[in-house]
């Protein structure tokens, strides 16, 4: 899930489970009409050469002959037998993802969601040798304040399509006029229609570097941070830089594991008798997450281009890698479908496979070799940005206000919500807006 984590890699932890999660897709050049292609240096009359660095219309149209062959492998797929259980304990279910699959397969159309992202203002820019392709709807409010709203695995810009009325709009959506904002929602490298890097380096703190130079392009001086998922170490590494023009980060999965409990989380210990009744329900959160749900991650921050084989080649084993996902992190009972639409889920799913991104979004996972939670390694005690806190109840776990106030010194707003989970602005996109207009009240 989508949830964000960098791995605790102990060797105690090495003896369980590990994992971590956060990462996945990209595309190919000939999946798109406008191909946001690397863009090429440009040759000087006196020989020198420099980058393109002009932000460029962007629109999808994916041949068709992609889709046919994504409906042809569905068609033959070929199943494993049923699960000798009556619940989820060795994974997604047959039945579950069968029933997903033939649907994609049938009566999907991916078509709808060009539809939907082409109705939007999409461009492409190349910062630091990488196109990153992105999203960027402006509110009528000349003073709405810029948010730049970062995804993670298996997540993708189609989880904060919902929140651009609410955010840019917030009138016709119960709020006040002056709680506008202009909505930027970039791809991370390596995911959606961005470029797939080529070379070492592109971890949250490049992804956050890049960030700021695209709010700089677009000619914002002021602008807030939001991310879930990677999209919050991305946001903290962006608060940790601290660049002229951030006010403050939103975050709706903190790092805030005290660093004296790190130890005992990864070796599956009991949680100390000293702590409180909330901190001991996300101690015991954090333990059977990395204790038993947690070798997705393991494996693609160790073998990336291993488990890349498998989702680039098998749309089943891309929909059930993502859907068990979708259906643990989500406020949903176990069942997605409950606050996603089948079609919701498909166009998440159908855009890493179009985009045969399997492989470089694992590779995010890879370059950010750490414990996503952790208050120590992302080093959240360095951050002077404010930082604000929404904890939603179906969360990887619940972040106590107590660990988040010593992990973020900074930190200026803090609230639990009653509804929503891990895919936070997909599943509850009005209160996720209103969450974000109360957080950045204080700083417009």
Do not use: C
Request: proline share 6%; aromatic share 12%; no cysteine.
């Amino acid at each position: 899930m989508e949830a964000n984590r960098r791995t605790m890699m102990s060797s105690a932890f090495a003896k369980r489970t590990l994992a971590i999660a956060v990462g996945f897709a990209m595309l190919a050049p000939s999946v798109y009409a406008q191909p946001a292609h690397a863009f090429e240096a440009v040759a000087t009359a006196t020989g020198t050469t420099k980058v393109d660095e002009s932000i460029r219309p962007f629109h999808v149209h994916v041949p068709q002959e992609q889709i046919d062959d994504l409906r042809r492998r569905i068609a033959e797929t070929r199943w494993p037998d049923k699960e000798v259980v009556k619940d989820e304990s060795q994974g997604v279910q047959l039945a579950r993802v069968q029933a997903l699959v033939k649907y994609w397969g049938t009566d999907y159309d991916w078509r709808k969601a060009e539809a939907q992202l082409n109705a939007l203002p999409e461009f492409v820019t190349n910062i630091d040798g990488v196109d990153i392709q992105f999203i960027h709807v402006r509110s009528k409010n000349p003073h709405a304040l810029p948010v730049i709203l970062t995804h993670g695995w298996p997540g993708s810009t189609f989880e904060f399509l919902k929140t651009i009325g609410p955010l840019t709009d917030p009138v016709a959506y119960g709020g006040r006029a002056d709680d506008a904002f202009d909505v930027i929602i970039p791809s991370i490298p390596g995911y959606g229609f961005s470029g797939k890097p080529t070379e070492l380096g592109w971890n949250p703190e490049r992804t956050a570097r890049a960030w700021d130079v695209l709010m700089k392009r677009l000619g914002y001086k002021h602008y807030v941070s939001q991310g879930g998922d990677h999209g919050s170490v991305i946001s903290d590494a962006l608060a940790r830089q601290a660049p002229k023009g951030l006010l403050a980060i939103h975050l709706n999965m903190p790092a805030t594991i005290p660093g004296n409990l790190v130890k005992g989380i990864n070796a599956g210990d009991p949680a100390p008798a000293e702590l409180k009744a909330d901190e001991k329900e996300a101690y015991e959160s954090l333990s059977t997450f990395f204790g038993r749900n947690a070798a997705y991650g393991a494996m693609m921050v160790t073998r990336p281009q291993t488990i890349g084989y498998s989702l680039s080649d098998s749309p089943s084993g891309l929909a059930a890698w993502m859907y068990e996902k979708f259906g643990q992190w989500s406020d949903s009972n176990g069942v997605p479908e409950n606050v996603l639409s089948r079609d919701e889920m498909l166009n998440d799913i159908t855009l890493y496979w179009l985009t045969n991104t399997g492989a470089s979004s694992s590779r995010f996972y890879w370059e950010n070799n750490n414990n996503n939670f952790s208050a120590v390694t992302q080093r959240t005690n360095e951050i002077k940005v404010p930082v604000a806190i929404t904890v939603f109840p179906h969360e990887i776990y619940k972040a106590p206000e107590s660990w988040s106030k010593a992990a973020y010194p900074s930190l200026f707003y803090y609230h639990q919500v009653s509804k929503g989970g891990h895919f936070a602005a997909w599943e509850q996109p009005q209160l996720f807006a209103e969450e974000l207009r109360a957080a950045f009240k204080s700083v417009r």
